[in-house]
């Protein structure tokens, strides 16, 4: 997360984000996004296939401005005027695009253009969400000329971990936090930081919370929830 933030806040014009499939990219993107909305425009675009037909449209809406929905996409002039102004104001707009390693090429270019190119500058800041060796695919040479950094989701650090379960909690619509500090520490200890590991952790916990319609989740209950889905916690040595 405080590599993608970073990222945010460079003066890189396009950072590639990738990692395994189920490794947490989209809720690190989504919780980086909210976090960072409040100083800059930001926005975030999950459904890529409506960049084919609308783009500067697309990304009007990502980023919170009204925009036709009728298959019209805006002028060019529109779009530009639009962005410079919005720079002015607010920082230069960032765009997050997930599973972006599923854009055809051609599109990806015109976006690209869309983008990254006017006389005036760079128009959008553009961070693409993709699996492992995205970096790999993408051939075209102007646009390998301009991202930097790419940036490989890995295992989470004891704070981001319990950043990320609160996240997700908070997602699903949980008032109050289920797990204790406590239960957090367990279930970093049981995860490593992975999220594929954090996920099924969670999820057995939480359905077992609500079988007995337990409120608070503790580190026993953690520890008893992993040995039953075979995933043994990981301790430090004394």
Known sequence: AEQLDFALNSAAPLTLFIG?????????????????????????????????????????????????????????ATFDA????????????????DDADEIQASTLQRLFDICATTLEGLLVKLVLVGRENFDECITHQQIKSF?????????????????????????????????TPKALKELYQVSQGNPLILNVACMVALDEARRERQPMIDSDQIKRCCAKEGIQAKTESA
């Open 147 to 179: 991202y930097c950094p790419t940036i490989e989701l890995g295992p989470m650090s004891e704070e981001d971990t319990s950043s990320y379960v609160h996240h997700r909690c908070a997602v699903a619509g949980f008032k109050a936090m289920p797990f």
């Open 82 to 97: 639009t962005m410079i102004r919005a720079n002015m104001q607010h920082g230069l707009p960032t765009l997050m695009i």
């Open 20 to 76: 395994p499939e189920g490794s947490g990219k989209t809720t690190v993107v989504r919780k980086v996004a909210s976090e960072t909305n409040s100083k800059r425009l930001i926005g975030t675009l999950s459904h890529y296939s409506v960049l084919e037909s609308t783009p500067r449209a697309a990304i009007f809406r990502a980023l919170g401005a009204s925009a036709p929905r009728n298959n019209t996409d805006l002028d060019k």
